[in-house]
């Protein structure tokens, strides 16, 4: 704790500066970005109701995302920013190196730190936000936001099991004009069926654990990271509505670091559609390098929730992945450990081998489905052996 001459950190950057800085260029703003405030709020004038603050402003990331106070946490009647300095200043610094390695990703030496680094940070990003901290509030019962900040440190890698269970790819839009904007949720869940406007999506967005809602994370103006349940890859036409099975939370998991895909270039109509997801799950607060890209609104036009992304667009290719059921480990002294691929150390439950039952006909399905798309595309399908895992 600073001493009682040391003044602690009052304004906190619930999206950290370094990440804001990935939506910079300088032929897109310079070193400033164009911030719009969705809910502008009212000027008090006496005689001339109706007047609002500014709603678009161009500002320096110091003066973006900040709340005061936001984790200032009393301890012994005095007050304290070691959240800001000893927890989020640790994920933030490690975080920002793992963004950076995850700008041209490959299984190197280094990607299991890496992966490591960015799950921490997801995990905290999506909860330190006012929005995710209401969400805490609400899961907790907590009495106070006191009580919300107390326990943030130990709930932080509360979906950190489910996203190590699911597929990761990063994808890139380098020759869409259109980039990817940031918002004061950058970690956002999105399931079609899950409206904004419903009770579970209001005030929060879609669970984790339902089986057809993906994690959307961009990484910068050219780069996203979205996240898909396994079960939702190997079978598209399932409820997205569903719980997926055994979702676990604080519990081991395994993941293949050569299963990570970075392959795709993203179509200008893609990056628009991702950008109105992004913009419907913000606060109150989202911002770009450019002004244009902050209304995607005026392009998606009356597109419905649901179809806002087609059935290929943010969906890995089931072709690149092996239709893996159990992974197992040996250490040096004897010991072993298995797990199956919904998680459970049971690697023969009966409920799981009746799922892969079906989900092995559906993932089939999948990928002559791709490899149709490709054909009515004019794309030669690609080799089996440019398909899989390294």
């Avoid at 607060?285 to 929730?305: I, M, R």
């Avoid at 179809?307 to 690149?320: E, F």
């Avoid at 059921?325 to 298995?338: E, H, L, M, R």
Wanted: net charge positive; hydrophobic share 35%.
């Amino acid at each position: 704790m600073p001493s009682a001459t040391t003044p602690i950190t009052v304004r906190n950057h619930y999206v950290p500066q370094w990440y804001q800085r990935r939506f910079l260029t300088p032929k897109r703003g310079g070193d400033r970005l164009f911030y719009l405030d969705l809910n502008p709020e009212p000027i008090p004038v006496p005689n001339q109701p109706g007047l609002r603050r500014q709603a678009l402003r161009r500002l320096g990331p110091i003066n973006c995302f900040k709340q005061e106070h936001l984790y200032t946490t009393l301890f012994n009647g005095q007050l304290s920013d070691a959240l800001e300095r000893r927890f989020f200043g640790t994920i933030d610094a490690k975080g920002c190196s793992a963004v950076d390695f995850f700008q041209d990703y490959r299984w190197k030496d280094g990607a299991h730190e890496a992966f490591e680094a960015l799950l921490d940070y997801l995990c905290a990003q999506l909860l330190r936000t006012p929005k995710g901290l209401a969400y805490l509030h609400r899961l907790t019962d907590a009495s106070s936001h006191q009580a919300v900040l107390n326990q943030l440190h130990s709930l932080s890698q509360l979906y950190a099991t489910i996203w190590t269970d699911a597929v990761w790819e990063v994808m890139r839009c380098d020759e869409s004009d259109t980039k990817f904007i940031v918002t004061d949720c950058p970690v956002v869940t999105y399931n079609p069926c899950v409206y904004p406007g419903s009770k579970e999506a209001s005030g929060w967005m879609a669970q984790p654990e339902r089986i057809g809602t993906q994690t959307i994370f961009p990484l910068g103006l050219d780069l996203c990271l979205v996240i898909t349940n396994l079960q939702f890859v190997r079978n598209p036409k399932v409820n997205p509505l569903r719980i997926r099975e055994n979702p676990r939370y604080f519990q081991p998991a395994i993941f293949d670091l050569r299963t990570i895909q970075t392959w795709r270039q993203l179509k200008e109509r893609d990056v628009i559609s991702l950008n109105y997801i992004l913009k419907k799950h913000a606060k109150r607060y989202v911002a770009s390098g450019c002004e244009n890209d902050l209304y995607p609104e005026k392009q998606v036009g009356s597109a419905p929730w649901p179809k806002l992304v087609g059935p290929y667009t943010i969906m890995p290719d089931p072709r690149r992945m092996n239709f893996s059921t159990s992974t197992v480990v040996g250490y040096k002294d004897g010991g072993a450990f298995a797990i199956n691929e919904f998680g459970h150390r049971d690697v023969d439950n009966a409920r799981a081998a009746r799922l892969r039952s079906v989900e092995w006909n559906t993932f089939q399905s999948h990928k002559r489905a791709w490899d149709e798309r490709d054909r009515r595309e004019g794309r030669a399908i690609p080799h089996i052996r440019d398909l899989l895992p390294l």
